[in-house]
């Protein structure tokens, strides 16, 4: 587990404008400027992005954009690029997540070109993955997540993989308040390790980041961390105020 740096992203999803992003990166930065053994990351709107690069310069926290398109360039109305991304400062790029899938028509086919060409830029993808209720309820966990890592990360080279983040998020634990309980996501990020190990290098999949989403908040992240496969957490609500977020990042001094 210690070769994982642990990495903790807020997804702010569609909420702040630009001043109220600034503002609470502003405090957060300073409430989390002494944490140097995690990865932290904010992933704003595509309108606050740009401000909170700057706002971040020389801090300790990274920026993610929510979603991206996978052209370059061109009549794509709306749509924003890899290349945009990066240079609007961002290091990662959330993909696939589950309210991209369920309101937008996201499949695990454009979420394997969003990845190929957000890799052909240096970004680093946060893939997310996760079940419905009905499917937990109905024993099917298993397999809808083995089939969104397959059809998502099919074909990527040693060194793509390397760059890839496994969000595991529960969709009935997104937003509920309802977290899955540290066994249930240790159980099936232990599997989703293993099926990473069965397409690609047991070194790569070994080493790969999956972090744990569904309604983390200050309370349950250190119970969450203690397991020997969660390397982090993709956090929503919880993100949307410095004082939870800090305290989140901050779960190993409470
Ligand atoms: C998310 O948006 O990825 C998420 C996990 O949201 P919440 O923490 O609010 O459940």
């Excluded at 240096?122 to 298993?142: D, M, N, S, Y």
């Amino acid at each position: 587990m210690d070769m994982r740096r642990p990495i903790i992203a807020g997804n702010w999803k569609m909420n702040k404008t630009v001043s109220e992003a600034v503002d609470l990166v502003r405090q957060s930065k300073v409430l989390v400027a002494d944490i140097r053994d995690i990865d932290i990351v904010v992933a704003p709107t595509f309108t606050a992005l740009h401000a909170v690069s700057r706002e971040i310069k020389g801090s300790n926290i990274e920026l993610a954009a929510q979603d991206v398109f996978w052209e370059t360039s061109g009549a794509y109305t709306g749509e924003i690029s890899p290349l945009m991304l990066k240079d609007a400062g961002c290091r990662y790029v959330i993909i696939g997540h589950s309210e991209r899938r369920q309101y937008f028509g996201e499949t695990n086919e454009s979420v394997h070109k969003k990845i190929k060409a957000s890799l052909a830029v240096g970004l680093h993808p946060i893939l997310c993955v996760g079940e419905a209720l009905e499917e937990r309820e109905t024993g099917k966990t298993f397999d809808v997540v083995k089939i969104q890592v397959f059809q998502c990360l099919e074909g990527f080279s040693r060194e793509e993989m390397d760059k890839i983040t496994i969000a595991y998020e529960p969709i009935w634990a997104i937003g509920t308040g309802k977290t899955a309980t540290p066994l249930q996501a240790e159980e099936v990020h232990a599997f989703i390790r293993e099926q990473l190990g069965s397409i690609t290098h047991r070194q790569v999949s070994e080493a790969m980041r999956i972090q744990y989403g569904g309604s983390v908040n200050p309370d349950n992240i250190g119970d969450l961390m203690a397991e020997p496969n969660i390397d982090g957490a993709l956090v929503g609500g919880a993100s949307l105020t410095a004082d939870s977020f800090s305290r989140i990042v901050k779960f190993r001094k409470k």
